[in-house]
């Protein structure tokens, strides 16, 4: 039956679907949306997360560092606490699940805090910076101890192994007289002099003469090595002797703190601090690896770049997507865009004509897709703002008057982190601020905000993705699982302190814009309504605690404990008989406690999705009680979402909790007003 209203009703537009629209004085907009995003004009869950690998997997370890995953090599890497994981495995889009999974450790790191980066190269090998050093995973290499053999009268500088062996050139080695004696060998100008045991000595040159053996030279330095400038034998070894090499994981020495690191046209690239090439050592370098070869870091002008528009730090160093030969060097002022013209001196050349004004706040937050870089940045004139490029000169700034002011107030924008994924056909910058304890998602295909956050309201714990069999992974600096990541999730799966799985409710909450006549006349809210999906979510499974046994009149039973016998009574004192007399014994512990009788399950009660709406009658700043409405259950989808006599007021804010363990779509509604 329908029903009309009076000619003095005026009607308002409900925003239920909106962004998170900030103002510098909260009068000019409270309007928030918390893990919620916008599709084809529809109120969207943003990702939730269920765990893929628990921390069991991973040695129990505390915190998520890093994630990578190699194309070339078809895995994933990560980093818990110090330890480096190789990950495998086949994950099923029906179940969404890991149906096998194989994880290895790999190596360990100096440090267990901190972000780490990742790069990869074409041999491949795989480059970790922890910001104290570099690391290098090459599977290719052998491990152990070689025996070798010399002969200087027919090869002055072959180190011979009879079975086939993989070296890298600049992969440091040392050997082993195991009772014999090592061979003489003359370096440059050098007298010639024994090997020494314990001593790092560098591939020059290898090669696999017959296939199943190998000859290697040696240099004293790294830099010889990788000029292939080797040592000569003048007296052969004697006995049993052999190479150690240290395999496929490796620490790389570098006379320079490695950063930010990136791969193009075929050098590891790496922003440098306390750079040794120059004295005093350089703040505002940044270094090229051997081609291909994570290895060997020369310490010449052809391998050292500087920041040369402005006096600045280095911060990052990052390739520029679909634009093949150019990169960006990012200070915290300046940011330069540089390309590999092939030079012999130095391959790449700084663009002269432009640079962007606005350097990086913290290298985690530079993040790369498509045809897009973005970065939290700043200069020495400007706080912290969200910038982008396309490539072009000019840059593009997410900003508005009041996302402004909220990044200035910002106690700590260095602790930071970025990351960057398309989803449902929207590109999401997605930036966590860990000491301030906040979230934001920018959504820079329409270029909106939203607020993310996890179970409790504080910042969202995903701290970087990577996609992997069609799918987003993540880990996090607050547990030390590997985590799925997706839109087809609509809780947060975690584990606890006793690495029990647990599931929470996502916080899914919108305040609409301010309702307000230009008249600024008080008006009666007579109803508030919106579209939303029903009949689709699952029920919620509550909790309500123990379930009490009592008597017809409402008394608990409980036991009263004696010294030999624990006697069963009614709460109000009474003792629990039979027909014939007899007290009733239960069958626990002697005590001194009185203790209640329960069932032996809890009282789970099947909740249905529900909506909480609270209003604010003063413009945002305090909020009503909340008036819940019930949705239907699975299967009943017709319904109509509708609040009637919801107050007065002349500046009115309508905030909705949305309580469901399924998706929560939502369009936009009417306030009716008299």
Not at 27 to 50: A, C, F, H
Not at 582 to 605: C, K, R, Y
Request: with cysteine; glycine share 8%.
């Amino acid at each position: 039956m329908g029903f009309s209203r009076g000619t003095n009703f005026k009607q308002l537009p409900l925003n239920i679907v909106g962004s998170s629209v900030f103002g510098i004085y909260s009068k000019q907009s409270t309007e928030r949306t918390y893990n919620m995003t916008i599709s084809d004009n529809w109120l969207v869950p943003y990702p939730g997360y269920k765990v893929g690998l628990p921390n069991t997997i991973f040695e129990n370890e505390e915190r998520g560092r890093g994630l990578y995953q190699s194309v070339r090599l078809d895995r994933m890497f990560a980093v818990f606490d110090k330890n480096v994981y190789r990950i495998e495995l086949n994950y099923n889009h029906e179940t969404r699940e890991i149906q096998t999974h194989q994880v290895v450790k790999i190596g360990e790191l100096d440090t267990d805090q901190g972000i780490v980066y990742f790069a990869e190269n074409n041999k491949p090998q795989i480059l970790i910076s922890d910001n104290t050093k570099l690391y290098l995973y090459d599977e290719t290499l052998s491990a152990g101890n070689f025996n070798f053999t010399t002969n200087f009268s027919s090869n002055n500088k072959a180190f011979n192994f009879s079975t086939k062996l993989n070296f890298a050139i600049g992969e440091p080695i040392e050997f082993h007289a195991n009772g014999g004696t090592l061979p003489t060998v003359a370096f440059g100008s050098s007298p010639p002099a024994t090997l020494s045991e314990g001593i790092k000595y560098y591939v020059a040159n290898f090669s696999n003469p017959t296939g199943n053996t190998t000859t290697i030279e040696i240099a004293n330095t790294r830099a010889d090595a990788a000029n292939g400038v080797s040592g000569v034998i003048s007296v052969d070894a004697v006995g049993t002797v052999s190479v150690e090499s240290f395999g496929f994981f490796q620490e790389i020495y570098t006379d320079f703190t490695p950063g930010f690191i990136t791969f193009h046209d075929t050098y590891f690239i790496a922003a440098a601090k306390d750079d040794l090439f120059y004295d005093p050592p350089g703040q505002n370098t940044w270094r090229l690896s051997g081609q291909n070869n994570g290895f060997v870091w020369p310490s010449d002008a052809q391998h050292v770049g500087l920041l040369e528009s402005k006096s600045d730090i280095i911060q990052a160093v990052t390739r520029f997507p679909s634009r093949g030969n150019m990169i960006l060097v990012m200070g915290k002022a300046v940011t330069e865009f540089w390309f590999d013209t092939g030079n012999q001196l130095f391959p790449y050349q700084r663009q002269n004509q432009s640079s962007i004004d606005y350097g990086c706040v913290s290298p985690a937050t530079v993040a790369v897709l498509d045809d897009i870089v973005v970065w939290l940045g700043q200069n020495e004139k400007s706080g912290p703002i969200v910038m982008y490029t396309t490539g072009g000169p000019e840059s593009k700034k997410i900003t508005t008057d009041g996302i402004d002011f909220q990044l200035s107030e910002i106690n700590n924008p260095e602790d930071s982190q970025g990351f960057i994924f398309r989803k449902n056909g929207h590109l999401f910058y997605h930036l966590n601020f860990y000491t301030d304890n906040f979230s934001y998602v920018f959504d820079l295909t329409r270029n909106r905000i939203f607020n993310a956050t996890d179970e409790r309201l504080n910042y969202y714990i995903m701290g970087h993705v990577v996609w992997y069999q069609n799918q987003y992974f993540s880990v996090s600096r607050n547990r030390a699982n590997l985590y799925i990541f997706d839109t087809v999730f609509n809780t947060y799966e975690d584990t606890n302190d006793e690495n029990e799985l647990i599931t929470n409710e996502v916080p899914r909450i919108r305040y609409t814009a301010n309702a307000r006549l230009p008249s600024q006349d008080y008006f009666i809210v007579n109803d508030v309504s919106f579209t939303i999906e029903t009949g689709e979510s699952d029920y919620i499974y509550q909790n309500h605690g123990p379930i009490f046994l009592t008597t017809e009149d409402g008394d608990k039973l409980l036991t009263e404990q004696y010294i030999l016998e624990p006697f069963l009574l009614f709460e109000n004192g009474n003792f629990w008989n039979t027909e014939d007399g007899n007290l009733v014994i239960g069958d626990v512990e002697v005590s001194t406690d009185p203790a209640f009788l329960i069932s032996q399950q809890d009282n789970i009660v099947p909740v249905t999705p529900r909506v909480d709406l609270s209003v604010s009658y003063d413009g945002g700043s305090t909020f009503s009680s909340n008036f819940p409405y019930d949705l239907n259950p699975v299967g009943k989808r017709k319904n109509k979402l509708i609040w009637w006599n919801c107050g007065m007021g002349n500046d009115v804010v309508f905030q909705f909790n949305f309580w469901n363990v399924g998706a929560v779509v939502a369009e936009n509604g009417v306030v009716n007003l008299r």
